[in-house]
């Protein structure tokens, strides 16, 4: 396969995950949380860099510098699904802004005010899963996929 066949896939593959978290939302009312939010924006870079790679004629050390920036997009929104993912399933406390936070020694009024300003959607909460994955697991096991079809397309530029 050649350099432009693993940039295809690789920002093809950002895109069909960004559409896919697209559809969840707005044809499937699954609105997403602070850190779903989060690993969609690497996605949009890795797709703006394949379409500089595929469309703008690039010399071999800006192809690869680009090339590179999609490798660090694709573990980037590797890297937060994984910690979405642990925030999920309770191995680690998530960000406070989108999670339950503790209670303990609080007054009724801080309890209250905790609960009023508390996010609709929580990132500590599994809205969707498959196989016993959540969205933010496979989002991370996808993205690492795309991301050996970056280290590909940087192995096929001479």
């Known amino acids: 396969m050649t350099r432009t066949s693993f940039v295809i896939l690789a920002a093809g593959g950002s895109l069909a995950l960004l559409l896919g978290a697209w559809a969840f939302q707005h044809l499937g009312g699954l609105a ?11 996605h949009g870079v890795a797709i703006a860099v394949g379409a500089l790679i595929l469309l703008v004629p690039l010399g071999v050390g800006l192809a690869r510098l680009l090339i590179g920036v999609g ?13 979405h993912t642990g925030v999920e399933r309770g191995w680690w406390e998530g960000p406070s802004s989108c999670s339950s936070g503790s209670t303990s020694g609080m007054s009724t009024d801080e309890l209250m005010d905790q609960i009023m300003s508390a996010p609709l959607v929580r990132c500590d909460e599994v809205a969707w899963q498959m196989l016993g994955l959540s969205m933010a697991s496979w989002n991370m096991l996808a993205s690492l996929l795309l991301a050996v079809f970056w280290v590909m397309a940087l192995r096929r530029t001479a």
Request: proline share 8%; aromatic share 12%.
């Open 32 to 42: 997403p949380c602070k850190m779903c939010i989060w690993q969609r924006w690497p």
């Open 71 to 83: 490798l660090l997009a694709a573990l980037t929104t590797a890297a937060i699904g994984g910690y």
